[in-house]
């Protein structure tokens, strides 16, 4: 489990794209030291398990449903990587809950500034659609944002200037994709209004 608050921006030093992707990220100034092996890192919002590391590395190993499923198929050594360590108990909770379970891909249509902050719309599948509310939670690339307002398959989202310097946001073009994971809450009740429905219907 996770917030979408990103703790660091990792490098990615070495990815073996034979079988499963096994990929090596280097952190700056985070510690590892109380990060078992076995234990997750979300990686731009991708729940990953460590299975090496160093003093200031740690190595995944990525599955084809990963790869395929997000924005990991981009990757390259050199890319820059959002990173948050899974939440303990006491941990303050500055976002939302967050799985590490992406949903899947949005893009990016427009980006303009608004203020000292940029204001970016993205567009969802539409089978997403239904899950993305006004005010509500959503992350993207593993960062927990509010949604400001929703136009079909269309949300926007603002982004302040710390957002944008502490994470690899500020780096997003139109039509670039980044991992989607919809808001936990709004999975379950959509999942219970389907079986409801299922039921009046029998």
Avoid at 81 to 86: D, G, S, V, Y
Avoid at 150 to 164: A, E, Q
Wanted: net charge negative.
């Amino acid at each position: 489990m996770f917030t979408g608050i990103i703790q660091d921006v990792g490098e990615v030093t070495s990815l073996d794209k034979q079988g499963d992707w096994v990929m090596t990220v280097r952190v700056n100034g985070f510690s590892l030291a109380a990060t078992p092996i076995g234990a997750s890192i979300a990686c731009n919002g991708v729940c990953l398990t460590v299975i090496r590391k160093t003093v200031d590395s740690f190595t995944v190993q990525m599955s084809a449903e990963t790869v395929g499923l997000t924005t990991a198929q981009f990757w390259q050594v050199g890319a820059r990587i959002n990173l948050e360590p899974a939440l303990r108990a006491g941990d303050e909770l500055g976002g939302h809950y967050v799985s590490g379970h992406v949903d899947g891909l949005a893009t990016v249509v427009s980006r303009k500034a608004d203020g000292d902050s940029q204001r970016f719309v993205f567009e969802v599948p539409d089978r997403f659609a239904s899950f993305i509310a006004s005010k509500g939670s959503v992350a993207l690339e593993g960062v927990s944002l509010t949604v400001n307002e929703v136009d079909g398959l269309r949300f926007g989202v603002c982004l302040i200037p710390h957002t944008l310097t502490h994470t690899t946001l500020n780096a997003l073009r139109v039509g670039d994709k980044v991992n989607l994971e919809v808001d936990m809450v709004a999975r379950y009740v959509r999942r219970m209004m389907t079986v409801e429905k299922a039921f009046q219907g029998q």
